[in-house]
């Protein structure tokens, strides 16, 4: 497939675990439109009494083609979680965020945020191509803080957990702080952060050392509210299996690839059925193709990469709700 699977019609019925939070008020909340790659679709049809918010329901002004302000958004949470007449059952709530896309636009309302100016090539060795894109990435980090001073204000903060994630990674100068492997093997697009943050209820810090990916993130957040769930999906609770182990379909290098990432190891599989590669990313020299020298771990890793991708396509059709 050449565009993601929400945008194909024919394959919108999914199962997701989010069905299983049953108590729960859902929103779904973008500042823009959720006819945006078929979002209206895909979330009102597998997630029954999910609710859309969307630029037309927030009497906040629209400042570019992203519809309103992330902070303008974080502040239309606020008071839905605040609000008295949701009190009496749990909420979960997705934003979506887009400030730090193009045009890169800095709302006039903006809580006091203040644009800095350096130096070009002290942007790009952090990984910045220009001004106007590492303020907006400032302006989103900002429009968070704001968002977390209210939460903090407020009955919810206690009784919450609060799962920050990117769905893509970007860096088009070379930024000096990432892995080598994150350029030779174009890895930077999918390398994402991911903070849980509920200092409530999870007491104690963790770092996750193992490879997850997104798919990860539901079993995950419903292993930490306790929900009783049916897994039928490709992920796993990443707090509470040794997994160590992403799926990764790679269209940054050519010819394309899928294949599968664990801390170690990141193996290739060419889809013009031209073989498979083997790379350590931890080496000196992430680029080389090390299958040669390491034939079982390529074998091992080549079978789980042809499994996982046969089943995601297989479940596309035959995952209904």
Known sequence: ?????????????????????????????????????????????????????????????????????????????????????????PSFIIIQTAGNHRPYTIPDDNEGFIKKTHRKEDLNKSGFKSIEQYNAMRLLDHSIERFFEL???????????????GDHGTADPKAEHMGEEDYSLKLRSYNVPLIIYSPKIIQQSKEVKQASGLSDLMPTIAGICEIPYTNKTMGNDILKTGNDIAFLVNKKMSPSSY????????????????????????????????????????????????????????MLYHNNN
Not at 152 to 163: C, H, L, P, Q
Request: hydrophobic letters at 35%.
């Open 1 to 89: 497939a050449r565009r993601t699977s929400s945008r194909n019609p024919i394959v919108r019925d999914q199962y997701s675990i989010l069905s299983d939070f049953i108590d729960y008020e859902k929103y779904y909340m973008i500042g823009g439109s959720a006819s945006w790659a078929n979002i209206r679709s895909l979330v009102t049809y597998n997630i029954k009494n999910m609710k859309l918010i969307e630029m037309e329901d927030i009497d906040r002004p629209r400042v570019d083609v992203w519809g309103v302000s992330d902070l303008d958004l974080f502040k239309e949470a606020d008071k839905i979680l605040k609000d008295k007449k949701y009190s009496e059952s």
């Open 151 to 165: 939460a903090k204000k407020s009955s919810y903060y206690d009784n919450t957990v609060f799962v920050l994630f």
């Open 259 to 314: 294949g599968v990432i664990n801390s170690e190891f990141y193996l290739r599989v060419f889809r013009d059925g031209s073989g498979s590669e083997l790379h350590k990313i931890s080496g000196e020299d992430p680029a080389s193709d090390i299958k040669g020298s390491f034939l079982k771990e390529a074998d091992s890793l080549k079978k789980i990469a042809d499994a996982i991708y046969q089943t995601s396509k297989y």
